[in-house]
């Protein structure tokens, strides 16, 4: 039997058994224990029953984190597929099942995150974007603060695809000059650079998402996260860009608590990750003009605090300000310490220490006083940000140069599912 054969025949049979909880034989058990513990044993002993002990490696298509993604789908077409089945022939029953496998395995491809991803494509992908970061952190240290910032503004608008990082064309509106993003959204440049960098090791394989994704967790690795974390890669680029989406999606620096928990709501975040993430304001500046504005009237920040910032801001209106006066260039927890004293430059800040009764309280004041702890959690948050996928539908490709989409002849389209 062909290698395509016999992974077609190994789909089949675990679709038919997944469909079939009831049954007790040797192999459905396997495949329930596989579903429920994707392990390579269990996968070695699934496919042991049924097709002779086939390596993995025959699958291509088929990682243990492929099977799990599957299952997702089949779980969520399996209504329709048993009533469907009633009807059919053992025969028919196998085909429709192939098909709808077909299609999960072909879809799910572009959604599944893996950490190695680009192992085999672009081995050097991790060592070439923590170059790169490297070096304009040592040129600017600020540009630390800046990367972080930008695979957040990625992610929450239509998900982590890049759009972000495209310029004006005829067929869109550029992100970047949405409110939150104009004069504002920087590091830019030194993505261009990794693109280029990692154009040239391994053509169109990287994709910009995903070098957003590791230059993030590279620049706070930079200035101080002592715990590194795995990031999740394959993601692809989007094809448009949307500043309506952008206005609607970024949080804005004067919401409430409330506000804030149903923003990060909308994209599936909780209010432990609003605290974990927004510790990001441990590093990087805010324009005076903002804080001017709109974000310094603050009923819960310190009198005297707020006062120095007003008068350095008035006597220079186009500078900056640290958004953690405390140690600005290290990441670090002095962000919550700040929030107990009352010292949030921003209200998004303030609030989720100041709102009485709201959960996000406690969360700060464990923060403040267990550096570990936010560590963690800022890790766990940001790969969970990390995976806002796109909507459902949405086409992406490898794009060349980050800016641009890729011309019709040379776009190399997936959709997701
Ligand atoms: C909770 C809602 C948030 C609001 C309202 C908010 C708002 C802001 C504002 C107004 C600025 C200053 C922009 C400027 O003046 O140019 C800023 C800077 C920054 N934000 Fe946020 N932010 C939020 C959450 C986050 C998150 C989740 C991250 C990353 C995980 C993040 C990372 C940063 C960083 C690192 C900077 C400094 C950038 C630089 O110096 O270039 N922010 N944010």
Same mark, same amino acid.
């Given at each position: 039997?062909?290698?395509?054969?016999?992974?077609?025949?190994?789909?089949?049979?675990?679709?038919?058994?997944?469909?079939?909880?009831?049954?007790?034989?040797?192999?459905?058990?396997?495949?329930?224990?596989?579903?429920?513990?994707?392990?390579?044993?269990?996968?070695?002993?699934?496919?042991?029953?049924?097709?002779?002990?086939?390596?993995?490696?025959?699958?291509?298509?088929?990682?243990?984190?492929?099977?799990?993604?599957?299952?997702?789908?089949?779980?969520?077409?399996?209504?329709?597929?048993?009533?469907?089945?009633?009807?059919? $022939?053992?025969?028919?029953?196998?085909?429709?099942?192939?098909?709808?496998?077909?299609?999960?395995?072909?879809?799910?491809?572009?959604?599944?995150?893996?950490?190695?991803?680009?192992?085999?494509?672009?081995?050097?992908?991790?060592?070439?974007?923590?170059?790169?970061?490297?070096?304009?952190?040592?040129?600017?240290?600020?540009?630390?603060?800046?990367?972080?910032?930008?695979?957040?503004?990625?992610?929450?608008?239509?998900?982590?695809?890049?759009?972000?990082?495209?310029?004006?064309?005829?067929?869109?509106?550029?992100?970047?000059?949405?409110?939150?993003?104009?004069?504002?959204?920087?590091?830019?440049?030194?993505?261009?650079?990794?693109?280029?960098?990692?154009?040239?090791?391994?053509?169109?394989?990287?994709?910009?998402?995903?070098?957003?994704?590791?230059?993030?967790?590279?620049?706070?690795?930079?200035?101080?996260?002592?715990? $590194?974390?795995?990031?999740?890669?394959?993601?692809?680029?989007?094809?448009?860009?949307?500043?309506?989406?952008?206005?609607?999606?970024?949080?804005?620096?004067?919401?409430?608590?409330?506000?804030?928990?149903?923003?990060?709501?909308?994209?599936?975040?909780?209010?432990?990750?609003?605290?974990?993430?927004?510790?990001?304001?441990?590093?990087?500046?805010?324009?005076?003009?903002?804080?001017?504005?709109?974000?310094?009237?603050?009923?819960?920040?310190?009198?005297?605090?707020?006062?120095?910032?007003?008068?350095?801001?008035?006597?220079?209106?186009?500078?900056?300000?640290?958004?953690?006066?405390?140690?600005?260039?290290?990441?670090?927890?002095?962000?919550?310490?700040?929030?107990?004293?009352?010292?949030?430059?921003?209200? $998004?800040?303030?609030?989720?220490?100041?709102?009485?009764?709201?959960? $996000?309280?406690?969360?700060?004041?464990?923060?403040?006083?267990?550096?570990?702890?936010?560590?963690?959690?800022?890790?766990?948050?940001?790969?969970?940000?990390?995976?806002?996928?796109?909507?459902?539908?949405?086409?992406?490709?490898?794009?060349?140069?980050?800016?641009?989409?890729?011309?019709?002849?040379?776009?190399?389209?997936?959709?997701?599912?």
């Amino acid at each position: 039997m062909s290698k395509a054969a016999r992974r077609f025949m190994i789909m089949v049979e675990f679709f038919a058994h997944v469909n079939e909880p009831s049954m007790t034989s040797g192999s459905s058990s396997s495949v329930h224990k596989l579903i429920s513990t994707p392990r390579p044993e269990n996968y070695l002993s699934f496919c042991c029953l049924n097709f002779d002990c086939a390596p993995l490696e025959i699958f291509e298509l088929t990682t243990i984190a492929d099977m799990q993604l599957i299952y997702t789908e089949i779980s969520s077409q399996k209504t329709l597929f048993s009533r469907q089945t009633k009807q059919e $022939s053992s025969m028919d029953r196998v085909v429709a099942a192939a098909l709808v496998l077909f299609f999960a395995v072909m879809s799910t491809r572009a959604r599944a995150l893996t950490s190695d991803y680009y192992d085999m494509t672009c081995p050097s992908v991790f060592s070439i974007v923590q170059q790169e970061v490297q070096a304009a952190v040592a040129d600017e240290k600020r540009m630390a603060a800046s990367l972080v910032r930008l695979h957040f503004h990625d992610c929450f608008v239509n998900g982590c695809d890049g759009s972000l990082l495209l310029d004006n064309s005829t067929d869109f509106e550029t992100e970047k000059d949405a409110p939150a993003n104009l004069d504002s959204a920087r590091g830019f440049e030194v993505i261009d650079k990794i693109k280029a960098a990692l154009e040239a090791a391994c053509p169109n394989t990287v994709s910009c998402a995903d070098i957003l994704a590791i230059a993030s967790r590279d620049s706070a690795v930079e200035v101080g996260l002592t715990n $590194s974390y795995t990031v999740l890669l394959g993601r692809l680029d989007s094809l448009t860009a949307s500043k309506f989406q952008a206005n609607a999606s970024l949080p804005a620096p004067n919401m409430n608590h409330a506000a804030l928990v149903d923003n990060f709501g909308k994209v599936g975040l909780n209010e432990t990750d609003l605290v974990a993430l927004s510790g990001a304001h441990t590093i990087g500046r805010v324009n005076c003009t903002l804080l001017l504005r709109f974000a310094l009237n603050n009923v819960d920040i310190n009198s005297d605090f707020k006062a120095n910032i007003e008068q350095a801001c008035n006597a220079n209106i186009t500078g900056l300000q640290n958004l953690d006066l405390t140690t600005p260039d290290n990441f670090d927890n002095s962000y919550y310490s700040n929030l107990l004293k009352s010292e949030g430059i921003l209200i $998004s800040d303030q609030t989720l220490f100041s709102t009485a009764g709201a959960a $996000s309280v406690a969360v700060v004041q464990n923060f403040a006083s267990n550096q570990d702890a936010f560590f963690s959690q800022f890790a766990l948050s940001t790969i969970k940000m990390g995976n806002i996928m796109p909507p459902a539908g949405q086409q992406g490709e490898i794009r060349t140069n980050c800016r641009v989409v890729n011309s019709a002849s040379s776009a190399k389209l997936i959709a997701y599912e």
